[in-house]
């Protein structure tokens, strides 16, 4: 079965330090990876994605992830963090249907973020 | 730029009534997804369409039903609701093999 783990329940960083949230994967066959971001009572917003091609995916806010094939992983990251990243985010793996149209997003159970002044 | 519209953003309604909650997908989109966060959980996949078929189905009670329609919004129908139905429902929609999903803002739904 196809799924991602997000092994950090919460990760703590000071504001200007850089950060790190955890995502690793379990597909067959080529894993097309994504990065959403929920604020309290707020959709999921895109952050980025990895399909094909370089390993390291720059996405919206600064944010990148770089995928790990050997790892089976593709950890977030950015360089310097900031309060206004605190939120929680979530890894997710594009799993495959009988009918590759419709395919949906199987998601990790998400890791909150917590950016102190 | 458009986005995902779902309708109603809140429902409030009673243990054994039945809910819709609707779906307009950005245009051009022929695919619309179906997912469930409870309080504190990852989404959950419950059904998606592509071209007004069912195209996969995840973890969706049988009190639970859906479609697309002819302009491609969808409507997810709930009857005899449970409190443990009580969540954020959202809707993703994206065009075949992009590989993006646009998310909705969600429909917060509670059962008393």
């Known amino acids: 079965a196809q799924s991602v783990a997000q092994p950090e329940d919460q990760v703590n960083v000071a504001e200007g330090n850089p950060l790190t949230v955890k995502c690793t994967y379990s597909v067959s066959g080529n894993p097309y990876l994504f990065w959403y971001v929920q604020y309290p009572n707020r959709g999921l917003q895109f952050l980025l994605k990895y399909i094909t091609g370089d390993n390291l995916v720059k996405g919206s806010y600064g944010f990148e992830a770089e995928f790990n094939k050997s790892q089976t992983s593709f950890h977030l990251k950015k360089p310097s963090a900031l309060v206004s990243d605190s939120a929680l985010y979530f890894c997710a793996v594009r799993v495959l249907a009988l009918n590759q149209a419709g395919t949906a997003l199987i998601f990790g159970k998400g890791t909150t973020l917590s950016v102190s002044s | 730029a458009a986005g995902v519209i779902q309708s109603p953003r809140h429902l409030i309604k009673e243990k054994r009534e039945t809910a819709t909650l609707k779906c307009y997908p950005i245009?051009?989109?022929?695919?619309v997804y179906w997912y469930q966060q409870g309080p504190g959980q990852d989404p959950q996949f419950l059904i998606s369409?592509?071209?007004?078929?069912?195209?996969d189905k995840g973890s969706i009670p049988d009190r639970f039903s859906a479609q697309q329609f002819s302009d491609y919004h969808s409507e997810l129908n709930m009857s005899s609701l449970e409190l443990g139905d009580s969540a954020l429902y959202f809707c993703?929609?994206?065009?075949?093999?992009?590989?993006?999903?646009?998310f909705g803002s969600g429909t917060r739904l509670t059962v008393v």
């Open positions: 245009p051009r989109h022929d695919t």
């Open positions: 993703a929609s994206s065009l075949p093999g992009n590989y993006g999903y646009t």
């Open positions: 369409f592509y071209e007004k078929m069912q195209s």
